[in-house]
């Protein structure tokens, strides 16, 4: 007589293992991707000669999770995976990395292979605050987490390798890497720490010599854009954007406090293209603001969302010229793609836009 009491517990145990491994593995679940595709929408619209049309965006709700038929019996259907609270971006490789604090963790866009995860490691390398972040070339990962008051680092596979933290008040709000440093920006005292990108160690502080009441003075530093020459801050706390030599010098500010344009109200996310042109979201306006190197206003994008395009307290942005071939389906026939707008809304039902500069095509 077969013991089948034995074989039933055999089975179940078998069943638990598993799913207590695919538990394990859930921030790494990957899900099939998809976009939609809208009217095109031009900006600024006709019968202006558009230079930004808005492609498309990408929202958790979009992406629907596939499992194996033994999968799917063992751990039942998968929901839908929503992103809840978007703020920072990161595009490297055709992967786009979206900051969440809502989930605390990371959804990850691979566009290249088509498949949607989310990022939410345990242990030691576990995120409170996740806000913004930068990937490498290597695709080795930064994250600038204020809950956890440290930088945290993760290899190209998402192991935890470490972190950057500071023995006085520290709340990185922003990272990024240019050349061999590592800069973040650090409202709790009014300035950048810059570390060494191979040892991690701290060099030095960028702004200090400024005292409140000077133009130069960082009042609360919390979005940075770096290129060859010069550096933007957003000082959230002065209702401008402040740029620097690579030295240090302060040179300009852009904007003031007000409701006009040209102005601010709740500032952010800033990015910067290879012609000098910045572009700046603000939270308090839902819209983007385009200034030439200059600081003179261009023209802006988005506004209070009534439907696609528009944006809900917009976070960040970033300028990519590497992916294009991903978004070039998106693009009126009529124009070429120059390169992408990347925005993150916080609420609403689109909660990444994609927009592209584009030119007329030449007959």
């Known amino acids: 007589m077969k013991n089948t009491r034995g074989s039933t517990i055999g089975v ?10 695919a538990t394990s593995c859930a921030s790494f679940l990957h899900k099939k991707a998809k976009t939609k595709k809208i009217a095109s929408v031009f900006y600024p619209p006709s019968p202006d000669t558009p230079h930004l049309q808005y492609l498309t965006s990408i929202s958790g709700s979009d992406f629907v999770g596939k499992r ?12 839908v ?13 055709g992967k786009l990395y979206i900051c969440d604090p809502g989930i605390g963790g990371l959804e990850i866009i691979d566009l290249k292979n088509n498949e949607y995860s989310n990022f939410t490691p345990g242990s030691n390398g576990q995120m409170k605050s996740p806000l913004n972040c930068y990937v490498d070339k290597n695709e080795f990962l930064y994250v600038a987490d204020p809950g956890r008051h440290e930088v945290v680092l993760y290899d190209s596979v998402g192991n935890y390798i470490g972190k950057i933290a500071d023995t006085g008040s520290f709340k990185p709000t922003d990272v990024a890497i240019y050349g061999d440093e590592i800069w973040v920006t650090n409202p709790d005292n009014h300035r950048l720490n810059v570390y060494d990108k191979h040892t991690k160690q701290f060099i030095r502080y960028f702004g200090e ?24 801050i957003t000082d959230f706390g002065d ?21 006009g344009v040209g102005q601010f109200v709740r500032p952010k996310g800033i ?39 528009d944006m809900w307290l917009p976070a960040k942005v970033v300028v990519d010229y ?39 095509v030449k007959n």
């Open 271 to 309: 990015a910067c293209d290879k012609d000098g042109i910045l572009y700046v979201v603000d939270a308090g306006f839902e819209n983007a603001q385009m200034f030439n190197d200059k600081g003179q206003l261009l023209m802006f994008f988005g506004g209070p969302y009534k439907g696609p395009g």
């Open 322 to 360: 590497d992916n294009l071939e991903y978004f070039k389906k998106y693009v009126d026939p009529k124009y070429n793609l120059n390169y992408l707008i990347i925005v993150s809304n916080q609420y609403g039902p689109d909660k990444i836009n994609i927009y592209g500069s584009i030119s007329p």
């Open 68 to 79: 194996t038929k033994f999968g799917t019996f063992i751990l039942g259907a998968e929901d």
């Open 81 to 93: 995976s929503q992103m809840v609270k978007p703020y920072g971006l990161s595009f490297t490789n």
């Open 239 to 259: 209702f401008k954007i402040k740029k620097y030599d690579r030295a240090g010098k302060f040179l300009s500010s852009i904007g003031s406090y007000g409701t």
């Open 209 to 232: 010599e400024f005292g409140p009441g000077d133009d130069g003075f960082l009042y609360s530093p919390y979005n940075l854009c770096i290129t060859a020459d010069v550096i933007y």
């Open 12 to 21: 179940i145990l078998i069943i638990s293992i598993f799913s207590v491994f």
